[in-house]
């Protein structure tokens, strides 16, 4: 039984910071990628940012480059997004996803998304 459970949303002004996390269960990370997505009103998901579960290689989509890091705890067992400088365009739902290529939007395993919301 594979969970992906996130946590860590909330409205904040812009120019604040916010982290996600995202606790998998029921499965073991290999040599693939997790990453987060986000879904804005009336557009398509859309990848933020991704990490080699085993390599130290990572992923930003360029419109978070510089102000969002990605990481995973020491166990790899949770997947954390640390979001700074927050502009109400970050403002979507926010999916954790395993088991996928990186920031293109084909993964095995999705959370239920969190709830970002910048003004």
């Known amino acids: 039984h594979v969970q992906l459970v996130e946590s860590g949303g909330g409205s904040v002004q812009a120019g604040g910071s916010l982290r996600l996390s995202c606790a998998g269960s029921?499965?073991?990370?290999?040599?693939?990628?997790m990453g987060w997505f986000r879904q804005a009103p009336g557009k398509e998901r859309e990848g933020v940012a991704a990490?080699?579960?085993?390599?130290?290689?990572?992923y930003y989509a360029d419109s978070v480059k510089g102000r969002f890091i990605i990481s995973l705890g020491n166990a790899k067992n949770t997947l954390y997004l640390q979001m700074n400088s927050l502009k109400p365009e970050d403002t979507a739902i926010y999916y954790c996803?395993?088991?996928?290529?990186?920031?293109?939007?084909?993964?095995?395993?999705w959370g239920q998304g969190t709830q970002v919301t910048v003004s």
């Open positions: 996803a395993a088991d996928g290529p990186g920031l293109v939007d084909e993964y095995k395993y």
């Open positions: 029921g499965y073991t990370y290999k040599s693939i990628y």
């Open positions: 990490i080699h579960t085993r390599f130290d290689i990572t």
